[in-house]
């Protein structure tokens, strides 16, 4: 998908032809402005507006399509195993330290148990370079062996495993997550990082068939 600094007609052609190649032209598309906090947004008979400032959405509507961005982040896709409840969480360092996707889970009507989780590319723990400060805020939530320190260099941060992590720690049990890292491997993914801030997002997206 287009970067923020492509205009709007840009962007609403790019998420229009998406839907079309996805099968879901006809499908309401949710999203909300992503903030790294912990906040849950539930979408029911009417749409949140670009004022709505989330990091997860959760819905049991029909022919609703959720969205969230990443470019470095972990997106999370969960579903109830009957396909009636979807969510969508945007998890980068600091939704981890907020348990956004534990927060989400809590929200869901689905069993934990009963629940599918999928964790989309990330950047890995090889790339994911961080100070003494974040590291210690993963220490604060448990999350301590996710943090790989040195004493030559700084921490180093594995998001994916500690995603992974929460989820277990949720109740969730079937999770399946792609072993690719963002940051390394330019030719199929946007790097907030690598790129210095001047890049593209990638969209990660689940819906309710009706």
């Keep these: ?16 032809r998406f839907q079309s190649a996805i099968g879901l032209a006809n499908y309401d598309r949710a999203s909300v402005t992503q903030v790294h906090g912990s906040e849950v947004v539930e979408v029911g008979e009417s ?13 049991g509507r029909a022919k609703t399509m959720l969205s969230i961005r990443v470019a470095d982040c972990a997106a999370v896709l969960l579903a109830s195993e009957d396909g009636k409840e979807v969510a969508a969480v945007h998890a980068g360092w600091r939704g981890a330290v907020q348990e956004i996707v534990i927060a989400a889970i809590s929200r869901m009507r689905t069993r934990p148990e009963n629940i599918i989780a999928a964790i989309g590319p990330c950047i890995g723990p090889n790339a994911f370079e961080v100070g003494e400060e974040v590291a210690a805020d993963f220490d604060r939530v448990n999350l301590s062996k996710f943090v790989r320190r040195s004493t ?11 995603v992974e992590d929460q989820l277990r720690r949720a109740g969730v049990v079937h999770i399946d997550s792609a072993d690719a890292c963002t940051f390394e491997q330019e030719r199929f993914f946007f790097s ?9 997002r990638m969209a990660a997206c689940i819906a309710i068939r009706d």
């Design 1 to 16: 998908m287009s970067n923020h600094q492509d205009e709007p007609e840009n962007i609403a052609e790019n998420w229009r």
């Design 47 to 59: 749409l949140p507006g670009t004022d709505v400032c989330g990091d997860a959405m959760i819905t």
């Design 152 to 162: 030559s260099e700084k921490g180093r941060i594995d998001l994916s495993g500690a």
């Design 192 to 200: 907030h990082r690598r790129d210095r801030g001047t890049t593209g």
